[in-house]
């Protein structure tokens, strides 16, 4: 039977006739097969430009923020007092042609390693567990290779190192199709030098790029809040609009951030083959290679856990991945001491406070001249009249994550603003999606000591863009987020996510902060509340004033004077309402009689009783005094002698 169906089956398919498929369709066929090819690791960023941040109008932003970021970290790194100067002018404008120059007095990069530095991607030395602003090393390369996309000039460097301490210039191109630098001119710098002290570096770039004004106010903005977040800087930034200079407020920097070892909770099997091959010449046991290369991994933790994963104690390269991975599984179940925080570098409070204390802002006026109105670029200092700080130390995602909150209020500050930053960096997009924006939603105002209804009685601001009752407030809110590793939303590095424990630490830090400010707000408060009885009364002082000198001649300047003068001192509390004591005065039977106007008779029980008007007052305001003291008890409000003799006289 089935051998029967297999050859119907068969005889089946050889009576099929072929079907003509026309000589197109069989070149479609050809053509539609798929072609791999390698691309570049510079093509592929440039390709993708949004992954570094770099789309659209935010590419001179973008440019501006990477390379303030590499100067700052290249001062840091040998606790040199940074001094940046940036340019930023527009040279072409039919094409948008913009040339962009920074300078930095950092530690330079030496001669040999400067084309590679800048213009090969995915070459840096930021690629190790360290705090530091930048996280993939490309900004400058996407700066270099955007050069080369879209003009024909060359990147142009000047580079002197503290290991050289001579300076070179370069003129360098990128190979996008290779990711390879091309090097245009080398040469050394003897003469018009441009690095003044023992080391420093120089870029200046062309760039296509279109700038609207709100791409021109987040770079003001950005380079402002730098230098609230590194008061330590001296930073100078000209435009076609002016020069400004960020002075720098204080000479203490923090100490600079340190390597650290990763923690054995975060490894995998890449992590472990890398520490093995750090090792692989010493030919060292795997438990040399854990103690050695993993924090918090003593030896003889390293034991247990190799002796746990069932493993013999052998040199670290006799081992396949499948005994690897047992490595791994069981640190990924083990319970380790908490990671060091010591490599990490927060701003602290006395440097977070003076760049609170004296807050830089960019501020752009209309100037009047011969060709027409043209905006003037100035700065202005805003010094609040209070400023605190909280700190906490947590742990995110196995790393060690250092939260920093401050607040500043009052003073020259009129509104309400939320600043952001991560490893000392300004974040200035994406606030909505921002852990931070949560934490001011969801921290109630109540920490303060005061109502909603409080602030926005005595805070109303037509302008704010926002009901919320803290946003009413004359308040700077400044969070602080170091770590090794930044818990980033997206690549653009805009917005933090609120990732394990980080939300519950940062709103432990601003209701710190509310709590300190609490007295200030309260006190402020009240004076509001002076200043608004004080407004009502002299409104209503004149028409009194009016009132007064219609039945009585006086002199209604002074008049309104003395009511003056008694409001302001009762409104600051000089004069307080303190009830006026009652005198005691001595009842004798003449006064009684000298003020009595005659005497009430009343019927009471059948029997004619007469009391003067003088002592039934006296009853009356005794039993008075009673009532206010004694509570009213049932059956109480009957009918006494005192009672009616007090209806009698009323009567008459």
């Known amino acids: 039977?089935?051998?029967?169906?297999?050859?119907?089956?068969?005889?089946?398919?050889?009576?099929?006739?072929?079907?003509?498929?026309?000589?197109?369709?069989?070149?479609?066929?050809?053509?539609?097969?798929?072609?791999?090819?390698?691309?570049?690791?510079?093509?592929?960023?440039?390709?993708?430009?949004?992954?570094?941040?770099?789309?659209?109008?935010?590419?001179?932003?973008?440019?501006?923020?990477?390379?303030?970021e590499n100067s700052l970290d290249s001062c840091e790194s040998s606790h040199i007092l940074p001094r940046i100067s940036l340019s930023l002018k527009l040279i072409d404008p039919a094409n948008e042609m913009w040339t962009i120059t920074c300078q930095d007095n950092g530690i330079g990069i030496p001669s040999d390693k400067v084309p590679v530095a800048v213009c090969s991607f995915l070459t840096s030395g930021k690629y190790v567990e360290k705090q530091q602003r930048g996280l993939f090393g490309v900004g400058l390369k996407m700066i270099a290779a955007f050069s080369t996309k879209d003009t024909d000039h060359p990147l142009k460097v000047w580079s002197k190192s503290l290991e050289e301490g001579t300076e070179y210039y370069f003129e360098l191109r990128t190979d996008i199709s290779t990711n390879r630098p091309i090097v245009l001119a080398k040469r050394q710098v003897k003469?018009?030098?441009?690095?003044?002290?023992?080391?420093?570096?120089?870029?200046?770039?062309?760039?296509?790029?279109?700038?609207?004004?709100?791409?021109?106010?987040?770079?003001?903005?950005?380079?402002?809040?730098?230098?609230?977040?590194?008061?330590?800087?001296?930073?100078?930034?000209?435009?076609?609009?002016g020069k400004v200079t960020f002075d720098r407020r204080t000479d203490r920097m923090p100490e600079p951030a340190r390597e650290v070892l990763p923690h054995p909770v975060d490894m995998d099997l890449k992590t472990l083959k890398k520490a093995i091959m750090n090792f692989m010449n010493q030919k060292t046991t795997l438990q040399g290679v854990l103690s050695d290369s993993f924090q918090k991994l003593s030896s003889e933790k390293a034991r247990q856990i190799i002796a746990e994963a069932g493993l013999e104690n052998k040199p670290a390269d006799k081992y396949d991945e499948h005994e690897l991975i047992k490595i791994v599984n069981i640190c990924k179940q083990t319970k380790f001491h908490m990671p060091n925080t010591d490599h990490l570098s927060p701003i602290g409070e006395e440097i977070l406070t003076?760049?609170?204390?004296?807050?830089?802002?960019?501020?752009?006026?209309?100037?009047?001249?011969?060709?027409?109105t043209q905006p003037q670029l100035s700065v202005k200092v805003l010094k609040p009249s209070l400023t605190a700080y909280s700190s906490r130390t947590c742990v995110i995602n196995n790393r060690p994550t250092i939260v920093e909150c401050g607040i500043a209020y009052g003073g020259d500050i009129s509104s309400f603003k939320l600043y952001r930053f991560a490893n000392k960096i300004p974040l200035l997009y994406d606030e909505g999606s921002d852990v931070a924006r949560e934490v001011v939603?969801?921290?109630?105002?109540?920490?303060?000591?005061?109502?909603?209804?409080?602030?926005?009685?005595?805070?109303?601001?037509?302008?704010?863009?926002?009901?919320?009752?803290?946003?009413?407030?004359?308040?700077?809110?400044?969070?602080?987020?170091?770590?090794?590793?930044?818990?980033?939303?997206?690549?653009?590095?805009?917005?933090?996510?609120?990732?394990?424990?980080?939300?519950?630490?940062?709103?432990?830090?601003?209701?710190?902060?509310?709590?300190?400010?609490?007295?200030?707000?309260?006190?402020?408060?009240?004076?509001?509340?002076?200043?608004?009885?004080?407004?009502?009364?002299?409104?209503?002082?004149?028409?009194?004033?009016?009132?007064?000198?219609?039945?009585?001649?006086?002199?209604?300047?002074?008049?309104?004077?003395?009511?003056?003068?008694?409001?302001?001192?009762?409104?600051?509390?000089?004069?307080?309402a303190t009830p006026v004591p009652e005198k005691e005065d001595e009842i004798t039977g003449e006064r009684i009689e000298e003020e009595a106007e005659g005497t009430v008779e009343a019927e009471v029980d059948g029997e004619v009783v007469r009391r003067s008007k003088g002592q039934i007052a006296i009853n009356a305001a005794r039993r008075k005094g009673e009532r206010s003291r004694k509570p009213k008890k049932e059956g109480e409000g009957q009918t006494t002698l005192d009672t009616v003799f007090t209806k009698r006289a009323r009567k008459k």
């Open 354 to 372: 003076a760049g609170m204390t004296q807050e830089y802002t960019i501020i752009t006026s209309k100037d009047e001249t011969a060709q027409g």
């Open 191 to 241: 003469e018009d030098a441009l690095m003044s002290g023992d080391s420093g570096f120089r870029v200046e770039a062309m760039l296509r790029a279109k700038l609207s004004p709100i791409t021109k106010s987040r770079i003001y903005d950005y380079i402002s809040q730098t230098s609230v977040v590194n008061p330590y800087a001296h930073i100078e930034f000209e435009t076609d609009d």
């Open 1 to 68: 039977m089935t051998q029967k169906a297999t050859a119907e089956v068969a005889s089946a398919t050889t009576t099929i006739k072929p079907v003509d498929v026309p000589a197109s369709q069989t070149r479609a066929v050809h053509k539609g097969r798929v072609k791999y090819d390698k691309k570049a690791e510079s093509e592929f960023f440039v390709d993708n430009s949004a992954l570094a941040g770099f789309t659209g109008e935010r590419i001179l932003y973008m440019a501006v923020r990477e390379l303030i």
């Open 441 to 576: 939603s969801e921290v109630e105002i109540n920490k303060m000591g005061i109502s909603k209804k409080e602030v926005k009685e005595q805070f109303a601001n037509p302008d704010a863009k926002s009901d919320r009752a803290v946003e009413l407030l004359p308040l700077h809110i400044f969070f602080h987020i170091c770590s090794t590793k930044i818990p980033y939303k997206t690549a653009g590095k805009e917005s933090i996510a609120s990732e394990g424990e980080l939300k519950r630490y940062m709103k432990a830090c601003l209701s710190d902060l509310y709590r300190k400010v609490s007295a200030q707000i309260r006190k402020e408060l009240r004076m509001k509340e002076a200043q608004s009885r004080l407004s009502l009364y002299k409104y209503y002082i004149p028409l009194i004033v009016d009132a007064i000198s219609e039945s009585i001649k006086i002199d209604s300047g002074k008049l309104a004077q003395a009511f003056t003068e008694l409001a302001e001192k009762h409104v600051s509390g000089e004069i307080t």
